[in-house]
């Protein structure tokens, strides 16, 4: 997959790396162990710790069976001691340079933030592909009128385009976390026991890290202290808490006696078992139970920041869940809402047949606001002008606009040409380009 690197205004690489999947795999994790080990070797090298020669042997010879790690595991009960004694096996006697002056937490959490990184760059990519979707809806349906709600009743008119500037808005937001977010999380600590470098040079860190493209953590124990951690899950959990939000305006805009947009009904898709009319919006519900799981993992993720003094591994058993969990949801997610908004079936008719419902109650604002212009006191307009809508409003023939014209207070105040210039939409959408020009689109 190809994969683009961002920093906080531009494109600056792209590169491919593998699935979301497969940084995840037990194949995948000893790998980045192996470049941390390693990168410690090289450094050791260049600093003169080590003979240059015995590294580029480790460096040639260096691999490992998964298999094997797992058969030596089931006897040490240790994964770390398992891989290097598998490593060793490969590497022969240039392997005891291998691991010098480390402890397992040195290779883990550093090899974990390569982890980390890489799916961030997938989800990055991800997250810039959910942009595309939602600006190229947001730029079709610039000017499709529909009625904006709030508390779930109808409000004022908005445009469907302008409903999905704010999303492209929030997704915009979240890239630049993301970003920041990838600084934050690329940490390593090449520091010993409890990070006090007893037993390594300050510089192996600086040399390793610089190597596997990282920075040295400030102050280590004998981790990197997990509020890195449990920040990158709740970063995730936001992202996906903005994901289901729009999952959820799907779902309602999709209701039946809505029905203004709809996920769309491939061939040969079926909605029921029993009843052969229906075409759910199963996607955007899948959207968002998967938002429900990963909330509960950033609660985990906070729980794990509270060792025992230098370390303990409570964390450990948490995070082999929590964070291949979190990175694979939180990219599913992202592909699927995108092809969600990209494919989305809009009904402009269905929008403007519930814009004018009860006569356009909906426009009850712009006559109060006439009213008063013209003379009338605020509180008087607000009394007639909300009889009017309340007479219309849940009535089989209710309609707001009959009411008002043949009011004989409004027609003292206001023409027929100045009572129907009320109920013109474009009066709502004057400004709505200031937005799209904020957004560049």
């Not at 000017?143 to 929030?170: D, N, Q």
């Amino acid at each position: 997959m190809t994969v683009v690197f961002w920093d906080e205004t531009r494109v600056i690489e792209r590169y491919t790396l593998p699935e979301m999947g497969e940084l995840w795999t037990d194949t995948y994790k000893l790998q980045t162990w192996l470049r941390v080990e390693i990168a410690v070797c090289e450094a050791q090298a260049e600093l003169g710790y080590i003979p240059a020669e015995a590294a580029e042997e480790i460096k040639a010879k260096a691999s490992f069976d998964p298999q094997r790690v797992l058969e030596i595991e089931s006897e040490v009960r240790h994964d770390m001691i398992a891989f290097l004694t598998n490593v060793n096996e490969y590497v022969g006697d240039a392997g005891r340079y291998i691991h010098l002056g480390l402890t397992s937490s040195d290779v883990l959490d550093t090899a974990l933030a390569l982890q980390l990184v890489a799916s961030l760059n997938l989800i990055l990519e991800s997250t810039e592909q959910l942009t595309q979707a939602i600006r190229y809806q947001a730029q079709q349906h610039r000017y499709t009128v529909m009625v904006g709600r709030s508390h779930g009743i109808h409000a004022e008119p908005i445009t469907f385009g302008f409903k999905l500037a704010g999303w492209l808005a929030e997704v915009c937001r979240h890239r630049d976390r993301l970003v920041r977010l990838r600084n934050e999380i690329a940490v390593g600590k090449i520091s010993g026991a409890v990070g006090t470098y007893a037993n390594i040079d300050p510089q192996v860190e600086v040399i390793a890290c610089q190597k596997l493209g990282l920075k040295p953590d400030v102050a280590s124990t004998q981790v990197v202290s997990r509020d890195r951690h449990a920040e990158y899950i709740q970063q995730l959990a936001l992202l996906a808490a903005t994901i289901e939000r729009f999952a959820v305006e799907i779902r309602n805009l999709q209701r039946t006696d809505v029905l203004e947009v709809e996920e769309f009904f491939t061939q040969g898709q079926k909605g029921s078992s029993a009843m052969p009319h229906k075409r759910n919006p199963i996607r955007s519900e899948r959207l968002s139970g998967i938002a429900r799981i990963i909330r509960s993992h950033a609660v985990a993720a906070l729980e794990d920041v509270a060792l025992w003094h230098e370390r303990d591994i409570s964390h450990s058993s948490v995070e082999r869940v929590i964070l291949p969990d979190t990175c694979i949801y939180t990219h599913f997610m992202l592909s699927e809402i995108a092809e969600l908004v990209k494919n989305l079936l809009v009904y402009p008719e269905n929008m403007q047949r519930n814009l004018n419902v009860y006569g356009g109650v909906i426009f009850s604002q712009r006559v109060l606001l006439t009213l008063v212009e013209k003379g009338m006191s605020r509180e008087d307009a607000y009394s007639m002008v909300q009889s009017c809508a309340h007479q219309a409003w849940n009535q089989p023939e209710g309609n707001f606009y009959t009411l008002i014209s043949n009011d004989a207070l409004v027609k003292k105040y206001l023409s027929a040409q100045e009572i129907e210039a009320c109920f013109d939409p474009q009066n709502h959408l004057q400004h709505l380009d200031e937005v799209y020009q904020r957004l560049g689109i």
